[in-house]
């Protein structure tokens, strides 16, 4: 395992969505908050080798990883690709993750979500033949979400994390209960969270990760600026706060979760 005592890994966030000169600075702050590496997510399988190149940014004191996958809401505009495909994507040393994938049934209207629960399984499919895990977008689709993931764990298990959490908690329990691992964002940090951080204090801790979703979602006390992955810290200071933790070892059990989860990371 990669040692990056009490240092905060944040495990989802965007960076293709800031731009080439913006990203040195992001890095550099993340590195004086404390962050010792993060993950940059693919949402679009036909930018997967923009999104491994960005991963090229690794530096000793700041590891970054990548996934590839398409995010439930371009399944529209992305090509429907087959899973032998998608492993081709996936694999480089950088890329620990598929995803994110999922179903989105805010954005997505009724036409678009057999596309949607077809690219999900497809996603799955992908991360259990490479035995990394699979990263889950779910809005206002949870009990479709939850019997697509017992379906497919029931056929053969494989890893999962259901990241930015702000589903129902029967959701979290069912993820949980079939192995897998729930992110918490800045969404967390929000005054009216609280059954958001309801869950956070049910949930077994071994099973607790932390991310941004830079660029969006910013945490109290930076709501309203755009998000980056700096603040990371914040979400882990609430959530230390909220399970009566001190925030160092918050911070090395939320790492220590990160590297078993994800066990391709170096």
């Known amino acids: ?87 081709t994507l996936a694999q480089e040393a950088k890329a620990i993750g598929i995803g994110e994938t999922g179903l989105d049934y805010f954005y997505g209207a009724e036409p678009t979500r057999a596309k949607q629960q077809e690219s999900f399984r497809r996603h799955i499919h992908a991360a259990r033949l490479l035995n990394i895990p699979v990263i889950i977008h779910a809005r206002q689709a949870d009990d479709d979400v939850a019997q697509i993931l017992e379906q497919e764990y029931a056929n053969a298990p494989f890893a999962m994390l259901l990241h930015c959490f702000a589903s129902t908690p029967e959701l979290a329990y069912r993820v949980v209960a079939i192995g897998g691992y729930v992110s918490f964002s800045g969404i967390a940090t929000f005054p009216k969270s609280h059954e958001i951080r309801s869950v956070v204090r049910a949930l077994p801790i071994d099973r607790i990760l932390v991310e941004t979703d830079a660029p969006y979602l910013a945490p109290v006390p930076k709501r309203g600026k755009t998000n980056e992955p700096a603040f990371v810290s914040y979400i882990a200071a609430r959530l230390a706060e909220e399970l009566n933790m001190d925030q160092t070892r918050f911070a090395q059990l939320s790492t220590d979760n990160f590297f078993r989860l994800f066990s391709k990371a170096v």
């Open 1 to 87: 395992m990669l040692c990056l005592a009490n240092s905060l890994i944040d495990s989802h966030c965007h960076l293709d969505h800031f731009s080439q000169e913006e990203i040195p600075t992001l890095l550099t702050q993340a590195r004086e908050a404390g962050v010792g590496g993060l993950i940059t997510i693919g949402t679009r399988l036909s930018r997967a080798t923009e999104q491994k190149a960005l991963s090229h940014y690794n530096q000793p004191d700041l590891r970054i990883w990548c996934t590839v996958g398409t995010h439930p809401n371009h399944v529209e505009e992305e090509t429907l690709l087959d899973v032998e495909q998608i492993v």
